[in-house]
């Protein structure tokens, strides 16, 4: 499904109920804050490798096309190795932000950048990536016979969060969550990538007035700041884009509007900001999933549960981890093994 991008939202003035809360008050979340796993070494972020030249690769296969740039997979001649390179055309000044960002991170669940290679003939930039062989959430999606199972998405949420908790935690926000934006590898391990519009935060605490985004996964807030002040949280920001994903990915298919409705720019907003959240049918998802994605889409960013709470969640605390593992490795060979046949 084409997604609008819009680079500047009209400003709008919206009126959203906003409840008043005492200073100091927090709402109370159902589930206990947890701090995200730290079952995987941690790893250091170094300088971004000038080891590589454009020359010494191979274009095997494009990937993915975007904004201003595509991304190919591609093979070292010497070693055979194989990477994902992303290629900004016209010096996008955006290319040089995403390589800033990937250079302060090292997590196994933010995708890895090996080196930036710049192309000065042409004006691109080039960043080579790690290669990700399952594609990303919103292929798998698009190629899935059917809907997300519950285990493999608790593991999805679960590797989600934990990038965006590594991220929020070095004051990180991405500001652009979306299933293209998360891709997976056919052993099962999620990450987090295009940092095209990320921002670092000067200070914790700072709040965003960027309109930059996918239009379809913006928060109500971010459609119109004005009305809240200028200013939003990015962090809630990322979680209300969280739980529009998960719950498409359970959905299959865009949950905001109806299915076969045209996303414009108009209905988007309407559902966003106004909509209700959509009915699931009975059997369509257990309580505690039901409960989990409530928690990430409450209009209000301040009742908005956050990245560590989202954690502790009893859908994902409670999870059976080597199920949850299993069942979206298995789905991803099975999309893959498909693919593959057609």
Request: hydrophobic share 40%; aromatic share 6%.
């Amino acid at each position: 499904m084409a997604l609008i991008r819009e680079k500047r939202l009209r400003q709008l003035h919206l009126s959203l109920p906003v409840p008043p809360r005492a200073a100091g008050q927090r709402p109370n979340p159902t589930f206990t804050p947890a701090p995200a796993p730290t079952g995987v070494k941690a790893l250091t972020p170094t300088a971004l490798s000038s080891q590589f030249r454009l020359a010494d690769f191979d274009k095997l296969a494009v990937l993915g096309r975007g904004n201003g740039g595509t991304v190919y997979k591609v093979r070292h001649r010497e070693t055979c190795a194989l990477y994902a390179l992303k290629v900004q055309h016209y010096g996008n000044p955006a290319a040089a932000a995403e390589a800033d960002i990937l250079s302060r991170t090292a997590s196994p669940f933010v995708v890895r950048c090996h080196s930036v290679l710049p192309a000065a003939a042409s004006g691109d930039v080039a960043m080579l990536l790690e290669l990700v062989d399952g594609g990303s959430l919103d292929s798998i999606r698009s190629r899935l016979q059917g809907t997300f199972p519950e285990e493999a998405l608790a593991e999805v949420a679960t590797q989600a969060l934990s990038g965006l908790a590594y991220l929020h935690a070095r004051r990180i926000v991405h500001l652009d969550i979306k299933p293209a934006n998360l891709l997976v590898s056919t052993a099962g391990e999620v990450k987090l990538a295009d940092f095209g519009i990320a921002k670092v935060l000067s200070r914790a605490g700072e709040q965003c007035n960027s309109y930059l985004g996918t239009t379809a996964y913006l928060s109500p807030e971010r459609f119109d700041p004005e009305a809240h002040g200028g200013h939003y949280d990015p962090h809630a920001a990322d979680v209300w884009s969280f739980g529009v994903t998960i719950l498409e990915l359970l959905m299959g298919r865009y949950p905001l509007l109806p299915a076969g409705q045209q996303p414009s720019w108009a209905a988007l907003m309407c559902a966003v900001c106004f909509g209700e959240a959509p009915v699931l049918s009975d059997g369509a998802a257990s309580p505690e999933l039901q409960d989990f994605v409530a928690a990430c889409l409450h209009k209000d960013y301040r009742k908005r549960a956050s990245v560590a709470e989202l954690l502790a969640h009893p859908f994902l605390a409670r999870r059976d981890v080597s199920v949850s593992k299993c069942a979206l490795r298995k789905l991803v060979a099975d999309v893959s093994s498909e693919s593959r046949r057609c």
